[in-house]
């Protein structure tokens, strides 16, 4: 029997659909593999068609091409090491979602995911069957076990496999990143180790996909939870590892741990990772955004930055008689700094055509909320007319805060193709742009230092729609805010759980209110970037009709 078992870790990018792109990727890294002598060369799970499909992969000329590719590929790949990929099987008319190990121009074995997860952002009972509780497959005379992302969250597929003759545990992932969730996956790897008495090797892809981004951090372990290697955080990777077999069984042997970044790095750098492939994935080379002088718009444009390069993004101011000095001044400051092209468009000639234009049907009525809206649309539409000229991506720029109580303008400032810091709440933005200001890492794309200057970060928070604005007015200070949201949105708690921690009745129930009748803006939003396991797109999915409300 071998006694060395060499694998070739492929933690790379695909993208939904490409089944072509994605096939020549799985190929590439089989080269490699065969280059450096590996017995298996492995991709994540779904790797053919991308991750995650929701219901494309239902469609049956869909799943059909990516099972010819597969086939295709098993025929490339004919002459060397075993390659095994993740991809839809169709078996007695039902879909699954398989694992497929082409060995000798065939696909020789598979195993069919049995946990389906459908929760949060996943609907796999509505997508596939559940596959059957089965056994290794093997690799010359080696016998893996390959629990497929969820099954490895479950205690019965590993000790099913380890039951029947696996000899260490390969699981292929599409797990998408939320805050700390790399202890939560070690978490559960370091059980399964403990249950199996079995090595394990946890392969995860990488990239963004709509509102997700994977985020790598592949990693083994070894009998006793030992850490033997770990890969690069967000970064596409390719490892060679090998396996040693002695007394007592099979070992991986150790090899780079790659420092994991502090949670606030790890946000920020979805948040990037996801603009720059939603840009590239959708075709876009090239982002406009409204920079208001505010916080949150110079932290979107710092992150488009960092993931397009400042030749490519246009920021654009649109002041009205509300627009402060200060905020003139600061917006100018961060486009200079940002080093990004910069465009000063007031609107109050086209605010003055369209309140007089409006002013008869008005007659009688004191100004309110409707003006300062057209205000607000008017930026929409010029933006929208810039984005369209210039073939743009627009963006939009309304932090979690601000979504979750609809303090946004629906065909105004909520216009955009993607909002990546939709999942980031107020407070957590001005931390994040203290954040960028005091690091720079290889993979942004924008200069080190200070890019948003402090005036920036530390002025009241306003919308300067009207005079004197803040947002305090009409909303409570954002510590609070926050804080009352992270119970209501985050945990699921109610009023008395906001009573209970501290916070007057009556803000609560007010927050609560603004939550549920917000629901029509999100869902009419753009897409952003993931964060958190509650974030406003696929994770939490209520009515827009919706007269409940908590009375504490």
Request: hydrophobic share 40%; net charge negative; with cysteine.
């Amino acid at each position: 029997m071998a006694d060395r078992f060499r694998i070739t870790l492929a933690q790379l990018n695909p993208t939904v659909g490409d089944i072509a792109g994605n096939a020549a990727k799985a190929a590439t890294a089989w080269q490699q593999g065969r280059d450096a002598g590996a017995d298996l060369v492995a991709l994540p799970e779904m790797f053919i068609t991308g991750y995650n499909t929701q219901d494309l992969v239902m469609k049956p000329v869909f799943h059909q091409a990516a099972i010819a590719a597969v086939q295709d590929l098993a025929a490339t790949c004919a002459d060397g090491p075993a390659l095994a990929i993740g991809g839809p099987w169709i078996e007695d008319g039902r879909l699954f979602n398989a694992y497929l190990i082409l060995k000798g121009g065939r696909i020789a074995s598979k195993v069919l995911k049995h946990h389906l997860p459908n929760e949060t952002v996943f609907d796999e009972v509505r997508l596939y069957d559940a596959g059957p509780m089965g056994g290794p497959y093997a690799v010359g005379n080696t016998r893996i076990g390959s629990p497929i992302c969820e099954d490895g969250w479950h205690e019965d597929v590993a000790e099913t496999l380890e039951e029947s003759g696996a000899e260490f545990l390969l699981i292929p992932n599409g797990s998408p990143y939320f805050r700390n969730k790399y202890d939560i996956r070690l978490n559960h790897m370091v059980a399964r180790v403990v249950e199996t008495g079995l090595p394990v090797i946890y392969l995860n892809m990488v990239g963004g996909q709509d509102d997700q981004v994977f985020d790598g951090a592949t990693f083994g372990l070894n009998p006793g939870g030992e850490l033997a290697f770990r890969m690069p955080v967000f970064d596409e990777a390719i490892c060679h590892v090998d396996l040693a077999r002695g007394d007592a069984g099979w070992s991986i042997e150790p090899a780079e741990v790659v420092p994991q970044p502090d949670a606030w790095e790890q946000d920020y750098r979805a948040m990037v990772q996801s603009l720059r492939d939603y840009m590239a994935k959708t075709g876009f080379t090239k982002a406009v955004l409204g920079l208001s002088g505010g916080v949150d718009s110079a932290l979107v444009a710092t992150i488009a930055v960092d993931a397009i390069g400042p030749g490519n993004v246009r920021c654009v101011m649109l002041p009205s008689e509300y627009t402060s000095q200060g905020s003139l001044d600061d917006a100018e400051a961060v486009a200079k700094a940002l080093g990004v092209h910069y465009d000063f468009v007031p609107i109050s000639e086209s605010r003055a055509a369209v309140t007089g234009t409006l002013s008869p049907l008005f007659e009688g009525r004191d100004e309110d909320l409707t003006e300062e809206n057209i205000q607000s649309r008017l930026r929409g539409v010029l933006l929208m007319a810039i984005s369209n000229k210039f073939g743009e991506m627009l963006l939009t720029t309304g932090n979690k805060s601000e979504v979750a109580v609809g303090y946004a303008t629906i065909y105004g400032d909520m216009n955009g193709g993607y909002n990546p810091i939709k999942d980031l709440y107020k407070t957590r933005v001005f931390e994040t742009c203290r954040w960028r200001n005091a690091n720079h890492r290889d993979w942004m794309q924008g200069q080190a230092g200070e890019v948003i200057r402090s005036s920036v970060i530390e002025k009241a928070p306003s919308a300067e729609l009207r005079a004197d604005q803040k947002d305090s007015d009409s909303l409570p200070d954002y510590p609070v805010l926050d804080a009352i949201l992270e119970i209501l949105v985050d945990r699921d708690g109610s009023v008395a759980d906001c009573v209970a921690a501290g916070f007057a009745e009556a803000d609560a129930k007010r927050v609560e209110h603004l939550i549920y009748i917000s629901e029509y803006k999100r869902f009419q939003s753009a897409p952003g970037t993931r964060l958190t396991p509650h974030a406003f797109w696929l994770d939490r999915r209520y009515p827009i009709v919706n007269r409940w409300r908590d009375r504490g």
